[in-house]
C-alpha cells in the first residue's frame, strides 16, 4: 500500500474540520508514535482553533501517566503499545481537555524497536466522544517510520470521520 500523500492528509483533515464545526465539536489528540502530527495537520488549516483544543505528545511512559492519567499498573502489565494504553490514553485526552471528541495513538514506529509479538508497524488507535464509550483498532502498517507515521494520521483521521 502507498502511503497517503501530504495532500491527501490535508484533505482529509480539512474533511474532518468541517466535519467538526459543523457538529460544535472540538477535537484533542494524545500521540506517540505520530509525534504530533496529527495535531499539526488539523492545525494546518486556517481557523483550526474553532474545531482543535489542543494536543499532547506523549512518548515516556511519566508523560502518559503525568498528561492522561494512564495508570503505572496499565504500562507495567501491558507496556505502552496496547489496547488498555491507548484506551486510557484517548479517555484521558478527553478528561484534561475541554475537547468533545478525541484520538489517541502509540506503536513502534521504526526502524528498531519491535518484537515478535509487536513488531514494527503496530500502531494501536483509539477514538472517544465525550460520555461515550472508547473504541481501538489494532493496525499492522508497513513501510518505513516515515511511511508508518502517514499511515497512522490517515487512520486516525479516517476513524475520527467514522466515529462523526
Not at 467538526?20 to 489528540?29: E, I, K, P, R, Y
Not at 481537555?97 to 526502524?111: D, F, L, R
Amino acid at each position: 500500500m502507498t502511503p497517503p500523500t501530504d495532500d491527501m492528509l490535508a484533505g482529509l483533515a480539512s474533511e474532518l474540520g468541517r466535519t467538526l464545526q459543523s457538529a460544535n465539536l472540538q477535537l484533542v489528540t494524545a500521540e506517540s508514535c505520530s509525534g504530533g502530527w496529527i495535531a499539526k495537520a488539523m492545525t494546518d488549516i486556517a481557523g483550526s482553533s474553532a474545531f482543535f483544543d489542543c494536543g499532547m505528545v506523549v512518548y515516556s511512559y511519566e508523560a502518559k501517566q503525568r498528561l492522561l492519567g494512564v495508570r503505572a499498573q496499565t504500562l507495567e502489565a501491558f507496556g505502552a503499545v496496547s489496547r488498555e494504553t491507548v484506551l486510557e490514553m484517548v479517555s484521558g485526552a478527553l478528561v484534561n481537555s475541554g475537547a468533545g471528541i478525541a484520538v489517541a495513538v502509540t506503536g513502534i514506529a521504526g526502524p528498531g524497536g519491535g518484537s515478535d509479538d509487536k513488531p514494527v508497524g503496530s500502531v494501536w488507535i483509539g477514538w472517544k466522544r465525550r460520555g461515550g464509550y472508547a473504541q481501538a483498532q489494532l493496525f499492522h502498517f508497513h513501510g518505513d517510520r516515515d511511511a508508518i507515521r502517514r499511515q497512522t494520521v490517515s487512520a486516525a483521521l479516517n476513524g475520527l470521520l467514522a466515529q462523526l
